[in-house]
């Protein structure tokens, strides 16, 4: 069974910093995109930056400059620096991966969210 399991989340003032981890585990056969997307109340869960398995990077335009995704194949980790946070970061922050399991075909996987909030 594949799962993602993020830690990271919590409460920072404005102009702080955080570090979000997922670390994928279970019976995986490779891994393509790996990102973050985050979800503030009342609002759709969008895209803030995904990294290919060939180090390619993309961002939303509100956190280029602030917010840095890297990630470690070796042990199927990706993690999201943020930095400068603002009061519109405030989200719950999802990590996604597209799995192929060991036995079956690539999808996409989810974690179960963890929580930003920034205060002023």
């Known amino acids: 069974q594949v799962q993602l399991v993020e830690s990271g989340g919590g409460l920072v003032q404005a102009g702080g910093s955080l570090r979000l981890s997922c670390v994928a585990s279970g019976s995986i056969f490779r891994i393509e995109t790996m990102g973050w997307y985050r979800q503030a109340p009342g609002k759709q869960r969008e895209l803030v930056a995904t990294?290919?398995?060939?180090?390619?990077?993309n961002y939303q335009d509100s956190v280029k400059g602030r917010f840095t995704i890297s990630r470690d194949n070796t042990k199927n980790t990706v993690s999201l620096q943020m930095n400068s946070l603002k009061l519109e970061d405030t989200a719950v922050y999802y990590c996604n991966a597209n799995i192929q399991p060991t036995y079956g075909f690539i999808r996409a996987y989810w974690g179960q969210g963890t929580q930003v909030t920034v205060s002023s």
């Open positions: 990294s290919t398995s060939g180090g390619s990077t």
